[in-house]
């Protein structure tokens, strides 16, 4: 199976620095040197399909824009890449969410990709008023999401259970294809919701060895369930000919962080109720040192970010490697990310993804002949001492 790539769109806005925000951030503290305009946005999106990328995420909260909204607007400026909708069940009924998503595929061409986020966060859930908790959330989402699966195969709908109440609920015209479901989750409660209803089950980008743990949780329960799931990761990427050059790229995005602002972004990290949050932190602890956690594998976004805070970092060659690994593992997709994302999408999208087209890993959505970079050595897995 070819690998499959999609891009990240930075609603909130985008920077040469890292842009904060996410999890557990004060809403206010995302933002950057290039606002979040249709315009700007389209020059990603468009360069993202041209690069072979499958799709572009576009997040959800309310540090950035409305997602539904925005890639309904890019949809008019793009012509093939499909668009990763996050959204949050709960904050509105699931005959509207099933009609909204049949209404996206027919008007889109079927660009439609839905990423399912419970809510991390009861602070912020709050803002948008729902007050429950998190294991309730999770409760509801697992009912919100069998009454959507169940209206999209044309069913006629009466529910009433503890968090969600329908009857009658019908949609006029089912969505063909129906949208892939894209679930992220690590804690006890999130697991048995994924397996059920999600189509692709996606982790942040812990180490390998931490992220196989994960996918054979993920993978014991989904046999419980009688399905099987495609599973995806999410990263951002530093990419460049030369590792030295990658690195010191890092290292200049590093510098550029005010300490107080790392103090002030892990005080309210620390806060977080997401388990996946947790892993995060753990990887660096608020610590400027030792942010290498594995070859290649770097958190300084987590530093002043929410949500993923790691990155592949080195030459293309060597991101290329660590991608066949992580693929190795059982992971098909890759949700990407650099600041900026504009030239970041081009130093990938020249640089990686010929490499893993020669490799017979990925092919170009499109067909279309893509450009060459430098002859790369076959992928051999070998331990590579962490820098410190």
Known sequence: MSLTFHWFLPTYGDSRDIVGGGHGV???????????????????????????????LTPTGAWCEDAWLTTAMLTEVTERLKFLVAFRPGLLSPTLAAQMAATFQRLSGGRLLLNVVTGGESTEQRAYGDFLDKDARYARTDEFLHVVRALWRGETVDHDGAHVRV??????????????????????????????HSDVYLTWGEPPAQVAGKLDWIRGLAAEAGRELRYGIRLHVISRDTAEEAWA???KLLDGI????????????????????????????GSRDGLEVSPNLWAGFGLVRGGAGTALVGSHTEVADRIAEYHALGLDEFILSGHPHLEEAYWFGEGVLP?????????????????????AVPFSPQPVPARG
């Open 26 to 56: 004060p809403v206010g503290t995302a933002g950057g040197a290039r606002p979040a305009s249709v315009a700007y946005l389209g020059q990603i999106a468009r360069t993202a399909e041209q690069l072979g990328f499958a799709g572009a």
């Open 167 to 196: 009857e009658g609920a019908r949609l006029s015209r089912v969505p063909d294809p129906v949208p892939p479901v894209y679930f992220g989750g690590s804690s006890g409660a999130a697991g048995p919701v994924a397996v059920r």
């Open 249 to 251: 790229q890092a290292r």
């Open 258 to 285: 005010p300490e107080a602002d790392v103090r002030a972004v892990q005080e309210g990290l620390r806060r977080s109720e997401s388990e996946g949050q947790r892993r995060m932190l753990d990887l660096h602890g």
């Open 355 to 375: 490499i893993l087209r020669r490799r017979g890993l990925w092919r170009h959505p499109a067909g279309e002949p893509e450009t060459e970079a430098p002859a």
